[in-house]
């Protein structure tokens, strides 16, 4: 329970402080100003929102998930909100449209192999979209 509730307040906050610098980074648009602007602007939303989400998480993988198969049930969570982060970090300050998201999962499958996947997707382009998936094996 401690180990949680230290999440929630500092790793938490701090991790999403830094995907919304790695994304204003990513889109060219960093300077110090827009970081504290976007931190300002939408860290308390996403931080109310995983305190909500995480500790349920949790709950749910230690009461009715099996040892052996927490680790994939955590990683699709983490999908899941890495989904919701990347529409936020990649959301415009000005109009509050989303014109590209990317998500970067790292899926750890049972102990013996992992995947990397990759997914750039424009909401300008009616194109193709991007997608990498890497097997990584141990």
Same mark, same amino acid.
């Given at each position: 329970?401690?180990? =949680?509730?230290?999440?929630?307040?500092?790793?938490?906050? /701090? $991790?999403? !402080?830094?995907?919304?610098?790695? /994304?204003?980074?990513?889109?060219? &648009? $960093?300077?110090?100003?827009?970081? $504290?602007?976007?931190?300002?602007?939408d860290l *308390?939303? =996403?931080? @109310?929102?995983? =305190? !909500?989400?995480? *500790?349920?998480? &949790?709950?749910?993988?230690?009461?009715? %998930?099996?040892?052996?198969? %927490? *680790?994939?049930? +955590?990683?699709? !969570?983490?999908?899941?909100?890495? %989904?919701?982060?990347?529409?936020?970090?990649?959301?415009?300050?000005? &109009?509050?449209? +989303?014109?590209?998201?990317? $998500?970067?999962?790292? %899926?750890?499958?049972?102990?013996?192999?992992? @995947?990397?996947?990759? @997914?750039?997707? &424009?909401?300008?382009? =009616?194109?193709?979209?991007? @997608?990498?998936?890497? *097997?990584?094996?141990?």
């Open positions: 329970l401690q180990k =949680a509730a230290l999440g929630q307040a500092f790793f938490g906050p /701090s $991790f999403t !402080c830094i995907f919304f610098a790695t /994304s204003l980074w990513q889109a060219g &648009d $960093f300077t110090l100003g827009t970081w $504290f602007r976007k931190i300002r602007q *308390p939303g =996403a931080w @109310l929102s995983g =305190a !909500c989400f995480w *500790p349920l998480v &949790d709950l749910v993988s230690y009461q009715f %998930i099996s040892k052996e198969w %927490i *680790p994939l049930f +955590v990683n699709m !969570c983490s999908l899941v909100w890495t %989904i919701y982060l990347s529409t936020i970090a990649n959301r415009a300050a000005t &109009d509050g449209k +989303v014109t590209r998201v990317e $998500f970067v999962v790292f %899926i750890t499958l049972q102990s013996t192999a992992s @995947l990397l996947v990759v @997914l750039l997707v &424009d909401t300008q382009s =009616a194109g193709p979209h991007n @997608l990498l998936i890497m *097997p990584l094996e141990r």
